[in-house]
C-alpha cells in the first residue's frame, strides 16, 4: 500500500524570508539601543561567527582563486590558439618560401645549362607526369606542337643528356630519358672521341649507373673521364655531357670492352627540362652510309 503523506500546514518561503528581515532589523535596532546590556550577548554571539566568518572567507578566497585559475586557463587557451595560427600561418610561408627557392634552383640550373650549349635553341618545360616507377625513363611534359616541339628533338637538364621526344600532342609531349631499356645513344669518349654505345637498363640506373657497351680495345679512356654524344648519331646533337665513366672491363669474347657511365642527370627528380628545338641532319650520315 502507498504511504499517505501528511497533510499539514505549509509556509510560503516568501512569509519566512519576511520575517528574518524584520527580525534581523529589530536585533540591528536593539544592540544600538541597548548596546551595554547586550555586551555579552554580542561576544558570545561574536565568538560563534567568528568562525563561521573565517570559514566563509576561506571559501570565498577558495572560489575566488579558482575563478581566478578559471580566467588564466582561458586566456592560456586563447593565447596558444593565436600561438597555433600564427605557427600555421608561419610554416605555409615557409612551405612557399621553400617551392619559391626551389623553383629558383631549378631556373638557375636551366640558365647554366642553357649557357653550356648557347649554339642551341632551347624551350623550357616542366614535367608534369611520368610512367611507372619512381625513375623518369618514360615522362610527359608540359609543351608540344604549339611551342614548336617535335619528335626526336633532344632534351636536357641538370648537367646534361637526358633523352629524346617520342611523342608530341598539341600541348603535350612524351620523353624517352636514356636510362629506359629501349634507349640507345651512340656516344664517344670527349678526350679521344673514341665511340661507344650507352644503352639504357633500369636494372642498372637502380644501382646508380647506365651501361656502356661496344667500347674498342684500343681504347685509352680511364675511369672519370666524360662521354659525350657523338658526331655520327642519326638522332642526338654532338657534344652533349652524358655522364662520367667507370669499370671498363674487356668482354667474354675479347672483341670489345664494357663499363658503366655516372649519369650527370638525377632521373629520380626530374621538375624541369630544357628542348633542344634544333633536330639532327643526318643526311651528312646518310651520305656516309651511302658509300660503305
Request: one cysteine or more; aromatic letters at 8%; proline letters at 2%.
Amino acid at each position: 500500500m502507498k504511504r499517505k503523506k501528511r497533510k499539514g500546514p505549509r509556509i510560503h518561503p516568501k512569509y519566512i524570508y519576511i520575517f528574518c528581515s524584520i527580525l534581523c532589523a529589530i536585533l540591528v535596532v536593539l544592540s544600538f539601543k541597548f548596546s551595554d546590556r547586550l555586551s555579552g550577548v554580542k561576544a558570545t554571539v561574536g565568538d560563534i561567527m567568528s568562525p563561521m566568518q573565517s570559514g566563509i572567507n576561506k571559501v570565498g578566497k577558495a572560489i575566488s582563486d579558482k575563478m581566478d585559475l578559471l580566467h588564466s586557463k582561458e586566456s592560456l587557451l586563447e593565447e596558444n590558439k593565436q600561438l597555433k595560427e600564427k605557427i600555421d600561418a608561419l610554416s605555409y610561408d615557409n612551405k612557399i618560401l621553400a617551392g619559391e627557392n626551389n623553383d629558383l634552383d631549378n631556373y638557375r640550373e636551366l640558365y647554366q645549362l642553357d649557357q653550356k650549349y648557347p649554339d642551341y635553341p632551347k624551350v623550357a618545360a616542366t614535367v608534369i607526369g611520368r610512367d611507372g616507377n619512381n625513375w623518369f625513363h618514360l615522362f610527359t611534359i608540359d609543351k608540344g606542337k604549339k611551342d614548336g616541339i617535335a619528335v626526336d628533338m633532344n632534351v636536357i637538364a641538370g648537367n646534361g643528356l637526358v633523352g629524346i621526344v617520342s611523342e608530341v600532342g598539341e600541348h603535350y609531349a612524351k620523353v624517352r630519358a636514356i636510362i629506359d631499356d629501349k634507349s640507345n645513344v651512340s656516344a664517344m669518349f670527349e678526350n679521344t672521341g673514341e665511340t661507344c654505345i650507352v644503352k639504357g637498363n633500369m636494372e642498372s640506373i637502380y644501382k646508380g649507373y647506365i651501361d656502356v657497351t661496344m667500347i674498342s680495345n684500343s681504347v685509352t679512356a680511364k675511369n672519370g673521364d666524360s662521354v659525350v654524344t657523338s658526331h655520327i648519331s642519326d638522332k642526338f646533337l654532338p657534344g652533349l655531357l652524358v655522364g662520367y665513366i667507370s669499370d671498363i672491363t674487356q668482354d667474354s669474347d675479347g672483341l670489345s670492352k664494357s663499363g658503366h657511365l655516372t649519369p650527370v642527370v638525377s632521373f629520380d627528380k626530374l621538375e624541369t627540362v630544357l628542348i633542344i628545338t634544333t633536330l639532327k641532319d643526318s643526311s651528312e650520315i646518310e651520305e656516309i652510309k651511302k658509300y660503305d
